[in-house]
């Protein structure tokens, strides 16, 4: 149902940009360097099987399918939690306040929340994903994520289901707040700018190529774009597996909270020749649908295997 909902990477439309400017780019690329491609060669060149048939590729689409379920039975019912937050704050503070109506105009008032609720979303993501990096115990959750070998529009599916909760619950939080937010300030009744159903900045974001980020497809937008947005290139850096990038560009479309975070690196105009990515010393290590999901849970097993060898009661011959 992805292909048909806006709000999802995997839209139809969104998939259809994505290609539309992989081509252009290998087209030019090969204009440039004076090895023309043919179409069906540009097209080869992004479908190429040695990535998209990639055994770790090949796990990205189990872990899409299987967290899909997981995600159907234990995270979707607590998405609907966003109304009584926005409730909750809503009625904490127009009791003492009363709705500020701040502007009147209708159509700003759709621009305003609009950009509320963009700008707490892409911060909460980037917030998220810094603190999964930083903290050791959610790293080992999030390193699943970055197991992956080679990178496809579909790796972003690649993740664990303690962390897809993580993020559900984020959503849950954005949406109520910004909605308790523009209740207060707009009063009731309020909608969004959108197109199709989603965001606005969203679906600008979205049709600018947001799937190459997981692609084999370089796509840098040079010096002065990338101090503003994310660039698909630069999220391929964050991907590596050369130390230079560990901890970079954590955010999803704006660049000014990483840039606060000094954890912004641009990225350079050409692909670097020895970009790899996954984790290094782990070849292989990822590929296990078990190995994936009980990873993180070792160090608890370790600890809980050895309470028991403590509190184990001793044997006869010991006693003896």
């Known amino acids: 149902m992805d292909l048909f909902d806006a709000n999802k990477r995997m839209y139809w439309l969104y998939l259809l940009a994505s290609l539309a400017l992989a081509m252009s780019i290998l087209m030019v690329k090969a204009y440039r360097t004076e090895k023309p ?35 159907a039975v234990f995270v979707t019912p607590f998405l609907f939690a966003s109304f009584p937050i926005a409730i909750f704050i809503y009625d904490s503070f127009s009791g003492v306040r009363g709705p500020a109506n701040l502007i009147s105009h209708s159509n700003i008032n759709l621009f305003y929340f609009t950009l509320i609720l963009f700008l707490l979303d892409d911060f909460t993501r980037f917030a998220l994903h810094y603190v999964l990096h930083k903290v050791p115990f959610l790293w080992r959750f999030h390193q699943i994520h970055h197991s992956a070998e080679v990178l496809t529009p579909l790796t972003v599916f690649r993740s664990h289901p303690v962390e897809g909760a993580l993020y559900a619950m984020r959503m849950t939080l954005v949406q109520g707040i ?18 199709l159903g989603a965001n606005l900045f969203i679906f600008v974001f979205n049709i600018l190529g947001a799937n190459l980020r997981h692609s084999h497809i370089w796509l840098s937008w040079g010096k002065r774009i990338e101090y503003i947005f994310i660039s698909p290139a630069q999220h391929q ?14 955010g999803t479309c704006l660049s000014i909270w990483d840039i606060c975070a000094r954890s912004h690196i641009l990225a350079p105009k050409m692909k670097p020749f020895k970009l790899k990515f996954g984790c290094n010393n782990a070849s292989g290590k990822y590929d296990s649908l078990i190995a994936l999901y009980f990873y993180p849970f070792a160090p608890f097993y370790a600890k809980l295997t050895k309470l028991k060898m403590i509190f184990k009661k001793p044997s006869k011959a010991k006693l003896i």
């Open 178 to 195: 910004a909605v308790g937010i523009g209740m207060l300030m707009f009063g009731p009744g309020l909608t969004m700018l959108d197109v």
């Open 237 to 250: 850096l964050h991907h590596s597996n050369n130390p230079v990038h560990f901890d970079c560009n954590f």
């Open 37 to 71: 491609k043919s179409f069906t060669g540009c097209l080869a060149a992004v479908f190429n099987s040695k990535i998209w048939w990639h055994r770790s590729a090949q796990t990205d689409y189990k872990l899409m399918l299987l967290n899909r379920v997981i995600k």
